[in-house]
């Protein structure tokens, strides 16, 4: 599903760079390409795609969707790494957009990406014949996500709390924002796009709560105990600006072993609902033995 969710979203991606560099020529441009070709795993688009399948969807013009779902990750990411956040210098194997370019330009890049999954969004929704409301229930799933009630305000907390020592409670409150919701949503996504009733939404988006926790207990862990190199990214960064890590408060192999928790938790809400057959749960487990 992961190198399926990588050629479809890339391909897509591609596609949106060429047309952005068209319709903005210059320096902007050349940033805003930048950022979208940068490569990645795709497990939030994956996700999207196992989602919409799981509950009865097969149009590939859902790839649109996931796509939409990457770029508002992508956008979070150059903000992120901006010298007034997280101050990182690689992310993916590669210089982050304001070393590329410069600290202005990486801004601007974040905030027109969010349009820029807008607009996939809606493609998507036309290509696939969704209606009006539909579509609006997709943007506003994936945009409640991705702001201050979510990863914004995830990220929010996460400065606040640098130099301090958060209890399990508040790490999960900061992670479940900043991590948790946007990967909530790229499984709630898929099953909207599909026609999923209620009660198979609210086990998706169990399962994804549950998922998004492990998916930052897990980075905590590969922080912790992988390199730059084998990261693609800065390691060892929450220990250098004294940040609330599980590793922090658990230690590495009781937090190794909440990740599997968490993720074993979000299976199970999808066998209650009948919906653990397929990609969802192999991506659970992808999540949490990744090494990068």
């Given at each position: 599903?992961?190198?399926?969710a990588r050629r479809e979203v890339d391909a897509r991606l591609d596609r949106a760079a060429e047309r952005i560099r068209g319709e903005t020529p210059g320096r902007?441009?050349?940033?805003?390409?930048?950022?979208?070709?940068?490569?990645?795993?795709?497990?939030?688009?994956?996700?999207?795609?196992?989602?919409?399948?799981?509950?009865?969807?097969?149009?590939?013009?859902?790839?649109?969707?996931?796509?939409?779902?990457?770029?508002?990750?992508?956008?979070?990411?150059?903000?992120?790494?901006?010298?007034?956040?997280?101050?990182?210098?690689?992310?993916?194997?590669?210089?982050?957009?304001?070393?590329?370019?410069?600290?202005?330009?990486?801004?601007?890049?974040?905030?027109?990406?969010?349009?820029?999954?807008?607009?996939?969004?809606?493609?998507?929704?036309?290509?696939?014949?969704?209606?009006?409301?539909?579509?609006?229930?997709?943007?506003?799933?994936?945009?409640?996500?991705?702001?201050?009630?979510?990863?914004?305000?995830?990220?929010?907390?996460?400065?606040?709390?640098?130099?301090?020592?958060?209890?399990?409670?508040?790490?999960?409150?900061?992670?479940?924002?900043?991590?948790?919701?946007?990967?909530?949503?790229?499984?709630?996504?898929?099953?909207?796009?599909?026609?999923?009733?209620?009660?198979?939404?609210?086990?998706?988006?169990?399962?994804?709560?549950?998922?998004?926790?492990?998916?930052?207990?897990?980075?905590?862990?590969?922080?912790?105990?992988?390199?730059?190199?084998?990261?693609?990214?800065?390691?060892?960064?929450?220990?250098?600006?004294?940040?609330?890590?599980?590793?922090?408060?658990?230690?590495?192999?009781?937090?190794?072993?909440?990740?599997?928790?968490?993720?074993?938790?979000?299976?199970?809400?999808?066998?209650?609902?009948?919906?653990?057959?397929?990609?969802?749960?192999?991506?659970?487990?992808?999540?949490?033995?990744?090494?990068?």
């Open positions: 599903m992961l190198d399926e902007l441009g050349e940033a805003l390409a930048y950022a979208l070709r940068s490569p990645g795993k795709r497990v939030r688009p994956a996700l999207v795609l196992a989602a919409y399948r799981a509950t009865g969807g097969s149009d590939p013009a859902v790839g649109g969707i996931a796509a939409a779902v990457e770029i508002v990750h992508t956008y979070s990411l150059v903000h992120d790494d901006l010298p007034c956040m997280d101050d990182d210098a690689l992310r993916r194997g590669r210089p982050t957009s304001h070393v590329a370019f410069d600290v202005p330009t990486a801004t601007r890049v974040g905030y027109l990406l969010v349009p820029v999954a807008a607009e996939e969004l809606a493609r998507a929704g036309e290509e696939m014949g969704l209606d009006a409301a539909t579509v609006g229930r997709l943007a506003s799933e994936l945009f409640e996500a991705g702001g201050i009630r979510g990863m914004v305000g995830g990220q929010w907390r996460d400065l606040e709390a640098e130099g301090r020592r958060l209890d399990l409670a508040g790490l999960q409150e900061v992670h479940g924002g900043k991590t948790g919701a946007l990967i909530a949503a790229s499984v709630v996504l898929g099953g909207i796009a599909a026609g999923a009733p209620p009660d198979r939404l609210e086990a998706l988006r169990a399962f994804g709560t549950e998922i998004g926790l492990s998916f930052q207990v897990a980075d905590d862990v590969l922080d912790a105990t992988r390199t730059s190199e084998q990261l693609g990214k800065t390691a060892g960064k929450d220990a250098e600006v004294a940040k609330s890590t599980y590793v922090g408060l658990l230690g590495v192999s009781a937090a190794a072993e909440a990740a599997r928790r968490h993720a074993d938790r979000g299976v199970r809400a999808l066998e209650v609902a009948g919906l653990a057959d397929g990609a969802l749960a192999p991506l659970a487990r992808y999540i949490v033995d990744r090494t990068s």
